[in-house]
């Protein structure tokens, strides 16, 4: 066997692990799953009629079109959330030892970070999904075709990917479990300070610029233009960029410093 299908094989075995761990304690999992619900039926419900009439098209005292803006961004929430999940569970393995046992067996160094990285990507498409079909029981009503839904389904697994490596390096960082779950913990607020709950256009100017510029507002955009058909423009490009540098980025912060890890 060559040493890459030996990294691979590792790997997986490493995926199997945290996927039974998730199962056997699904607390984490659930309230991952439960945060973007949880918004979702709030400013749906709540704060729809209100704030769906200050955007336009929403029906007097009702939230039909709203949902159809808010979606999107929920959508997004869920993928997000998935950040904090890693980062504890990297943190966990690193401080109760065990990762030390992993480093004297015959294992590859890649496999323990691509394990976890994997799963809790797994993890978090599957939270986007029950979110994408509670939108949908809700009112959502994308005009997606099949080609749009798998371009939205693979920004949404980008940007998972992405957000889940930078959030490893984050548990890696983390001399405990609760410091590794706040530490993503501005990725989970951040598209409320983009365009996911009202368009920038109508924040002051300090933060409307901010809304515009910070890495969550194309990605949602993108999102909406391929979910309910509104201008994409730029922000594909801008999106994918940002998916791609986070991506990069987590993964050699990660490495980095699990490597330094090794040495002390």
Not at 126 to 148: C, D, H, K, Q, Y
Request: some cysteine; glycine content about 10%; proline content about 6%.
């Amino acid at each position: 066997m060559s040493t890459l299908t030996y990294a691979v094989s590792d790997s997986v075995t490493m995926l199997r692990r945290n996927l039974k761990h998730a199962l056997r304690y699904p607390s984490m999992t659930v309230s991952v799953v439960a945060m973007p619900l949880l918004m979702l039926l709030l400013f749906n419900y709540v704060f729809g009629g209100a704030l769906g009439s200050g955007i336009g098209g929403a029906p007097a005292g009702g939230s039909t079109a709203y949902i159809d803006y808010i979606a999107p961004g929920m959508i997004l929430m869920a993928a997000t959330s998935g950040s904090v999940a890693v980062a504890v569970s990297v943190c966990v393995d690193m401080t109760e030892g065990i990762v030390n046992r992993f480093r004297t067996m015959a294992i590859s160094r890649a496999a323990f970070l691509t394990g976890h990285v994997v799963g809790t990507v797994l993890q978090t498409l599957f939270s986007i999904a029950l979110v994408v079909g509670a939108a949908l029981l809700m009112g959502f009503r994308p005009a997606a075709t099949p080609v749009e839904w798998l371009a939205a389904a693979g920004l949404l697994a980008l940007l998972s990917l992405a957000l889940t490596w930078v959030s490893a390096a984050m548990g890696l960082m983390a001399k405990t479990p609760e410091t590794a779950s706040n530490l993503p913990m501005p990725f989970t607020f951040l598209p409320f300070l983009g365009s996911a709950i009202v368009p920038p256009e109508s924040m002051p100017t300090g933060l409307r610029w901010f809304a515009e510029y910070q890495p969550f507002t194309p990605v949602i955009e993108t999102l909406r233009g391929l979910l309910t058909g509104t201008e994409i423009g730029g922000s594909g490009l801008a999106a994918l960029a940002w998916c791609v540098g986070l991506t990069l980025a987590g993964y050699l912060w990660a490495r980095k410093v699990f490597d330094r890890s090794a040495q002390r």
